[in-house]
């Protein structure tokens, strides 16, 4: 994959909302196969997908310039944010009831 196509693909991603900020440092990825934690340790971006475990030391993933593109703009990311916290609490709310 070439840095235009990575650009392309994460430019993709937050189009369609896919990139959850969780805060300035963590995110959730909904790529197109998988979804993928991207982290921030020191100065440093990772994500657990394919290319970056094996090849994020030649050049970031899509996920990981796509949360770099949402954190310019956090705002643009309101929609999915907003469905991560109710399914939060909804998860949270009916972890103490009992099913049937």
């Avoid at 197109?32 to 657990?48: A, E, G, M, Q």
């Avoid at 796509?66 to 954190?71: G, I, M, Q, S, W």
Wanted: aromatic letters at 6%; proline letters at 2%.
């Amino acid at each position: 994959m070439n840095r235009k196509s990575i650009s392309e693909k994460a430019d993709r991603l937050n189009k369609n909302h896919r990139v959850i900020l969780l805060s300035d440092v963590k995110a959730l990825v909904i790529g197109d196969h998988d979804t993928y934690d991207v982290i921030k340790l020191s100065f440093r971006w990772s994500c657990n997908c394919q290319w970056g475990r094996f090849k994020s030391h030649w050049a970031d993933c899509s996920h990981v310039v796509a949360v770099r593109t949402a954190l310019k703009d956090p705002a643009s990311q309101a929609p999915v944010a907003r469905l991560a916290e109710i399914l939060h609490d909804a998860i949270h709310s009916t972890s103490g009831r009992r099913t049937a």
